[in-house]
């Protein structure tokens, strides 16, 4: 018995051993994935994000993977304009006209859910494996759309509108839809 019972803490023992021995790092993800979709890539002009999915049908494979890119787009457009928010909070203060930073959160919510139309795929990678399709998507959204967007809501509201144009983050943003309107000249040339 005595023999048992020290073989069972010695089997313990390994299997504990052999258990902390923690998750070995992924190294290769496999040879079908693209190497634009792994890369992590940044631009200073556009919001770029990846998605991948999988269907029976090829194209309802590349519809769900773009969806999900342009939703990932729609986030950090989010983030950016809260940004902008507590930018514009800070230089206004908060106490000083709360209905007036109501109305900017409403701004940049409907920016946000509305803004994306420009923003495209910029590179697409489809694969058979099986009976299904993989596609593996990058989208690209301008910077300066989003920004040309918020821009045009915030003139919507006369009286946000004057209140904001007296602000830095106003220089800032109007530099960036300027900057980006010369971008879309040199792209259409």
Known sequence: MRRFYSLFLIVIAAA???????????????????????????????????????????????????????????????VRISGLQKRFDEEVGVNDDAELLQMFTQASKTVVSTSLSGSRIAKKTVKKDGQFWRAYILIEYPIGAANQALMEQLKSNKRLYTRFRASETFKELEDEVKNFENWKKDQSN
């Open 16 to 78: 504990l051993l052999i258990g902390c021995g923690g998750p070995k790092a992924m190294t290769d993800v496999g040879g079908d994935v693209p190497e634009w979709f792994l890369e992590s890539k940044s631009d200073p002009n556009y919001l770029l994000a990846t998605n991948t999915a999988v269907s029976r049908d090829m194209q309802m494979a590349i519809d769900k993977a773009s969806t999900g890119a342009r939703a990932e787009i729609g986030r950090q457009a989010e």
